[in-house]
């Protein structure tokens, strides 16, 4: 059959710069881990995380000692910048999992030279999202009774409150995750160990390799295994935040009880994780130079997902908007327009519509989307935005519910601000060491995107 | 072009789609005789009927759009089915007058003394009018049939001369149609079924509709694709990947409806409002939980067990069986969502309709999606006939041919 013609301009751009072999690849993403000197930028910006990841010893010390009377929660806001910070960055972990797991099972090739990054940035973003309610208990030290354990106290947890199926959701979600990360490293780290100069390297790369040697038998394993788990991490991008939105949803509050949270939510979730995924991306790939994988079709496609979750949260805005008047219920009512469009927060409100609503449209222009300037700016405008979004959930709802005689407002303390910057000082600090000690693309998946890594004749499309 | 190019067309498919016309035939019979002996229950039994269709194809919109927007091989293989689906919207406009005709006896908004003895309906009058509704109708059949013959007509282009422009402006006007798509059914489903309880209100609502319309998009493409890769011109053509694809992609549905529909029940169960939990009291007292068990099972249940495996994936009559359950079970839906709504001598009690009553004139119901899907499957037929049933100028034609050949 005659090959067609495909048109320039319906070609979609390579997932990786022409004129690589298999060397090459191997040598570029390695020689970060393995011959380049401490750059001094990296060394600066690490520096500067781990002072702002201290902030988070001190202020979880503040608490510890004096108890979480040193944050701003109170009667009648009991949830506050915990559960916000909570919120936030378990939604920036999606984007790691929908990339690695969902995007792999869709057969999208261009998901090989970010999933790595991304899956690191899950399990960062969950440590930290993790610590907040951990704090919040007031008595950490006593979170074991969450967990349905034998026990002689009389203890057995509500499983009604989907608090605690917060405790299952997050912390199944956060085995898999490091599971799923884990095994896909096995191969690269195999490379590392033989690659590596430095004795004391080759014994820690050897035991983390777990043994492997690179058979077509240990192929053909890992290859289920994989797959396996992105199976199993599939229905984890969603449940998560689903079971997050459940606690608020299956209460009565106005503002919390609407049954669109669910898929609004885990929307909301991979538009924070994407646009987190970005603001990392843009500056590490202009340091270490990685255009030739992490390409503009790249970016583009990532705005292309921002995008189209950010239509979906900017959907849910205006579908409360909408059954908040269409109810005639005079709290949905309230909440919408006295509370949230004119009360004391409405500043919130209308920076969360510019931030999540207005500006990401934007990325309707290719143009834009291709402009790392633009994206860089419009990422860290979609992440303020959606941690707005959950400050205008948690907080407006509680200042102002059914009863004007117990409203009241909410002012974090020092301490808020102290935890909530502190991990993102630990959040950083992690992955400034992952893109130094840990190959931070996928090498061995990256040759299979050449063409030399293809069967002679077959189609390239895999 | 080389010798090696087949011509997909298979203008014997108009000759099958004719036979549809008896089923449209004596279903309208049916209608005929269900709007004279059960005059009161005709227009919500059409109105069943209806919502099947146009879910149908609005379904078959929605993924012709994501399939511009997305690629893959799957979007190839089943664009012409899905253009032929979506072409059906101008007939389905007219095939609206019914519903027009009988709004006066299915939405009690319309009759002024109820909105005059009651604030919530006075509240909603800026919305909930008829002229409101009838304009918001014209304007959702204006957006649908505009959006779908633009791409058919385009994708003609496409076909016909293979220039370049023709795609770049499918996939252009893809995504604001998307937009639009979400926003005219988010209120369609308000107007149409939402106000059949006009205090009753939901946000997950409309996204039920969405899930439920691609759904019964995907069983009815899936059983086409396999119908079609039986006989000629596409014998041979459609691989076990891209069975294995589209049965992916139905399991995908499966589970986010049973996701929405499962969200916003425990959400009301949870929250037990006044304001919200008769909808649920109205469709699980009386009878209807055996109708409610009955789509968890067949809606749910099975087809999500077996779709887990591989080999049911891909194996052709399976899937077009497993699609053919689901595609009566959209049925199900739809009447256990919209038949409880009114129980004759209106209110919103917690005694609705008995189930039992409402299968004694489910007769009509069925002439309903008979008289309308039978119109239906003959115009959808003689669209896939008019044209090649693979888009061979896409850009993607090749690959997506080869995608399982190796």
Same mark, same amino acid.
């Given at each position: ?57 001190? $202020? ?19 949830? *506050? ?27 999208? $090739?261009?998901?090989? $030279? ?264 419009? $990422? ?37 601000? *102290? ?44 | ?57 609005? /379904? ?10 997305? =690629? ?12 032929? =689906? ?100 988010? !209120? ?41 890769? /039986? ?55 009386? /009878? ?46 739809? !009447? ?15 005694? /609705? ?54």
């Amino acid at each position: 059959m005659e090959a067609r013609v495909i048109h320039e301009s319906l070609k979609p751009a390579p997932v990786i710069a022409p004129g690589h072999t298999f060397e090459s690849v191997t040598e570029k993403i390695n020689a970060v881990v393995l011959t380049k000197k401490f750059g001094f930028g990296w060394i600066v910006g690490l520096a500067i995380a781990f002072m702002l990841a201290n902030l988070l010893l001190l $202020s979880t010390a503040v608490i510890l000692i004096g108890g979480v009377g040193g944050f701003g929660i109170n009667a009648p806001v009991g949830w *506050g910048f915990d559960i916000v910070n909570f919120v936030w960055w378990i939604g920036i972990g999606h984007a790691g999992t929908l990339i690695s797991a969902i995007l792999l099972l869709l057969n999208q $090739s261009w998901r090989t $030279s970010i999933n790595r990054f991304a899956e690191a940035m899950t399990l960062f973003a969950v440590a930290c999202a993790g610590l907040f309610p951990l704090i919040h208990m007031g008595r950490p030290y006593f979170f074991y009774w969450l967990l349905p354990y034998p026990n002689v106290i009389a203890l057995w947890p509500q499983t009604r409150s989907p608090l605690v199926w917060d405790v299952f959701a997050v912390t199944t979600y956060a085995t898999v995750s490091l599971m799923f990360w884990l095994v896909g490293l096995i191969p690269d780290i195999a490379t590392l160990r033989d690659r590596t100069k430095s004795t004391v390297l080759k014994y820690v790369y050897g035991i983390l390799s777990m043994g492997w040697r690179g058979s077509a038998r240990h192929w053909h394993n890992y290859e289920s295994a994989y797959l396996l788990l992105a199976g199993l991490a599939t229905p984890l991008v969603v449940s998560v935040h689903t079971v997050v939105s459940f606690d608020f949803a299956v209460g009565i509050i106005p503002g919390w009880h609407s049954t669109i949270f669910p898929p609004y939510f885990v929307a909301g979730a991979i538009f924070s994780g994407f646009a987190m995924v970005l603001t990392l991306i843009i500056p590490v790939r202009a340091y270490y130079k990685m255009h030739d994988f992490i390409t503009d079709r790249h970016l583009d496609n990532m705005a292309k997902v921002m995008l189209a979750t950010g239509l979906i949260v900017f959907y849910g805005y205006a579908n409360e908007v909408f059954y908040a008047w269409y109810s005639a219920s005079k709290w949905e009512q309230y909440m919408m327009f006295g509370n949230r469009m004119q009360g004391p927060y409405m500043w919130f409100y209308w920076a969360l519509i510019l931030c999540n609503g207005l500006v990401p449209q934007i990325l309707w222009s290719k143009k834009m989307r291709l402009n790392v300037y633009v994206l860089f700016i419009v $990422s860290i405008i979609v992440n303020i935005g959606m941690w707005l979004e959950r400050f205008i959930i948690v907080v407006t709802s509680l200042a102002q519910d059914f009863l004007p005689s117990s409203w009241g407002m909410y002012y974090p303390t020092v301490w808020d601000f *102290g935890f909530f910057i502190g991990t993102i000082g630990f959040f950083l600090s992690l992955m400034f060491l992952f893109v130094r000690f840990v190959p931070m693309i996928s090498v061995f998946e990256v040759r299979m995107l050449l063409p030399e890594s293809k069967p002679k004749g077959a189609a390239a499309h895999e | 072009m080389a010798d090696g190019q087949k011509s997909y067309l298979a203008p014997d498919l108009a000759a099958s789609g004719s036979r549809y016309l008896i089923v449209a035939a004596a279903g309208a019979a049916g209608l005929a005789a269900g709007w004279f002996i059960n005059h009161d229950q005709f227009f919500l039994s059409y109105l069943v009927g209806y919502v099947f269709w146009i879910n149908m194809a609005l /379904g078959m919109l929605f993924l012709l759009m994501i399939q511009h927007l997305t =690629g893959g091989a799957w979007g190839v293989l089943t664009r012409r089915v899905l253009e032929s =689906g979506a072409r059906t919207l101008p007939a389905l406009a007219v095939l609206f007058v019914p519903v027009i005709v009988g709004m006066h006896s299915l939405y009690e908004w319309t009759h002024a003394d109820a909105v005059a003895a009651d604030k919530i309906l006075q509240h909603k009058a800026p919305y909930l009018n008829t002229t409101g509704f009838l304009t918001r109708a014209a304007v959702y059949f204006v957006v649908w049939g505009a959006v779908a013959l633009l791409l058919a007509a385009w994708s003609r282009g496409q076909d016909l001369t293979g220039r370049p422009e023709f795609t770049h402006r499918m996939r252009t006007l893809s995504g604001p149609g998307v937009v639009m798509y979400g926003l005219t059914v988010t !209120f369609m489903s308000t107007d149409w079924f939402m106000s059949l309880e006009p205090h009753w209100f939901s946000t997950m609502y409309p996204v039920l509709f969405v899930v439920g319309q691609g759904l019964a998009a995907f069983t009815l493409t899936i059983i086409t694709v396999v119908w079609l890769s /039986g006989r000629a011109p596409l014998a041979g053509v459609v691989t076990q990947k891209h069975l294995h694809d589209l049965g992916k992609l139905m399991l995908a549905f499966v589970l986010l409806w049973a996701y929405t529909n499962f969200s916003q029940f425990l959400i009301t169960w949870s929250g037990n409002l006044r304001e919200e939990v008769p909808w649920y009291l109205k469709r699980t007292q009386e /009878g209807w939980l055996a109708v409610a068990l009955i789509l968890v099972i067949f809606h749910f249940a099975l087809p999500f067990v077996l779709l887990l495996s591989r080999k049911v994936k891909q194996n052709a009559r399976l899937l077009a069986g497993i699609a053919a359950v689901l595609l009566v079970m959209r049925a199900v839906d739809l !009447f256990w969502f919209l038949r409880p709504a009114v129980p004759h001598g209106g209110g919103e009690g917690h005694h /609705g309709l008995s189930l039992m009553t409402a299968l004694s004139t489910v007769w009509i119901d069925l002439s309903a999606l008979a008289a309308i899907g039978g119109l239906w499957m003959f115009l959808f037929m003689r669209g896939l006939s008019k044209r090649p049933l693979l888009p061979v100028n896409d850009p993607h034609f090749e690959e997506a041919l080869a995608h399982g050949r190796h």
